[in-house]
Each structure stands twice: as structure tokens, then as C-alpha cells.
């Protein structure tokens, strides 16, 4: 070997081993930090989060749902249907399938099934509660967007961004009602906090679909009361017809049957 090839081996080793430096570590020059969003671009998110809760129709979900409490913690299997005008289904059984519960919801009535202690409740829809409590008394168009993957939006807001990928909503009072974080990359809805509730709600596990990419995962956490439940679809399907038979919900015979104000909680 010449000296000159030895020189020229020597260069491309040197060569190669810079380079390798350069991929495995962190840039000489730090990238430019993230700015918030302008305020057209916070308009667009807002107006088309706001799309995509209205564009559903229909959902019909099933999975999991983990239920959290102090220290204490339950999972049963969750079947979800809805439909507009607003109507809910949920079934809960054991993780062996014995039935739990059944919950139909609409704007006007709530009915709720109790299998465990042969009762049926009922009375005018309200704030949702339930034996598990586990959405925590929010508001029945939140409770629809909230089981069928998306995040609600508080209306008539003013929406201003104060921090790289999140998005603050003020009332007509200038209080802050809701702040959604975003993730980087492609702006897919991370997470939605409401201080007056202080409810949060974050979304993960994001899948294509024919609308667009929705979650499989859903938590949604109540800070005061150390509550979190997890729903965990398998499958999230959306607009296909549900059979209005499917929120009929009657008492078997022997039920006892107890009327309700909306202000009751069922299971205390």
C-alpha cells in the first residue's frame, strides 16, 4: 500500500467517524424555539376541531373502560353508541361478561339499568351521572363528543395562543374556559383542560379513518376529586345507521323502579 493510499484510507475513516458524531448527538446550533400559533392559524384550529365534532353522525364503539378512585381501581368492558339528535347507549359488564349496567341517554330522559341490584332509574336528562360517576357530571353534547373521540369546544369563545402548540379559550367575562395542547408535527388534539370543572381530557393512540385520524384511547381526569377513567376502544366506527330499538330501554319484570331529578347521583 502507498503512502498515498494510506493518507486517503485515513481521510474517509476520519471522515466517516465526524459523521457519525454528528448523527448521534445533539446539533452544534440549537433549532429556532417553537412560536405560538398566529392568530389566523388559532382560528383555523378552533373552526376545525369545531367541524369535526359536528361531522359525526353516529359512532358505535367498543373497548374498555378503567375506572380510578383513590387508590382504588375498576376495568369492565364498554359498548358505545350514539347517535343525532343526541342519543347515547352505554353498556358496561365485567371483564367476564356479566352485565353491569345500562345507560340510554337523550336531551330529554335518562334511564339507567342497574344489573347488579335489579333497579331502574329515571327521570330528565341532565349533567350524566352515573354509579361509576365516570364523566364526572359534564354536559350531554360534551359527553357525545367526548365517547365518540373528539374534544369539545366551548361555544362562543376567544381563542388566542400564548404558548408553542396550545390554544387558550376566554368567555365573554375574559376567564379562561378551556386550553388545548396539540401535539408537534401533524396538529392532532392532545389534550383539553377545563379550569372551571377542572376536568381533563386527553386523547392518544390516534388511527386514520374515513374522517380523518381519531383516538382508541381516552382519559379523563378530575383533579379535585382524584378520579380517572380510561376508555379504550378496540374498534371506532362513524355514520353507519343504528336501529332506533337500540335506545329503548324498559325494566324487566321485578325491577324496583326509582324516578330521579337530574340532580340526583345514582349509586350513592
Not at 334511564?111 to 364523566?135: A, C, M, Y
Not at 386550553?179 to 383539553?192: D, E, H, T, V, Y
Request: aromatic share 10%; hydrophobic share 35%.
Amino acid at each position: 500500500m502507498t503512502r498515498s493510499t494510506r493518507w486517503n484510507n485515513l481521510l474517509s475513516y476520519l471522515a466517516i467517524f465526524a459523521l457519525t458524531l454528528l448523527l448521534g448527538c445533539a446539533p452544534l446550533f440549537p433549532f429556532p424555539p417553537a412560536k405560538p400559533f398566529s392568530q389566523k392559524e388559532t382560528a383555523q384550529l378552533i373552526s376545525r376541531l369545531t367541524e369535526q365534532g359536528e361531522e359525526i353522525r353516529s359512532f358505535q364503539g367498543v373497548g374498555r373502560l378503567r375506572f380510578k378512585k383513590r387508590g382504588e381501581e375498576s376495568e369492565s368492558n364498554l359498548l358505545a353508541v350514539g347517535c343525532r339528535p343526541f342519543k347515547v347507549r352505554l353498556e358496561i359488564t365485567h371483564p367476564w361478561g356479566k352485565p353491569i349496567s345500562h345507560i340510554v341517554v337523550d336531551e330529554k330522559n335518562i334511564s339507567v339499568l342497574s344489573l347488579i341490584d335489579n333497579k331502574f332509574f329515571t327521570g330528565p336528562s341532565g349533567p350524566l351521572h352515573t354509579e361509576q360517576r365516570f364523566l364526572f357530571g359534564i354536559d350531554l353534547d360534551s359527553v357525545w363528543k367526548i365517547l365518540s373521540g373528539r374534544i369539545p369546544i366551548e361555544p362562543h369563545c376567544r381563542a388566542v395562543s400564548l404558548k408553542p402548540n396550545q390554544v387558550t379559550l376566554y368567555d365573554g367575562q375574559g376567564e379562561v374556559v378551556e386550553i388545548i395542547s396539540f401535539s408537534p408535527g401533524p396538529l392532532l388534539p392532545r389534550s383539553a383542560y377545563f379550569p372551571k370543572k377542572r376536568v381533563t381530557i386527553r386523547l392518544r393512540e390516534f388511527k386514520q379513518g374515513d374522517l380523518g385520524p381519531y383516538p382508541l384511547r381516552i382519559k379523563i381526569q378530575k383533579g379535585d376529586l382524584d378520579q380517572l377513567v380510561e376508555i379504550r376502544y378496540k374498534n371506532l366506527g362513524f355514520n353507519k345507521p343504528v336501529p332506533e330499538e337500540v335506545f329503548q330501554l324498559n325494566p324487566p319484570p321485578g325491577f324496583e323502579i326509582i324516578q330521579l331529578d337530574y340532580q340526583e347521583k345514582l349509586g350513592e
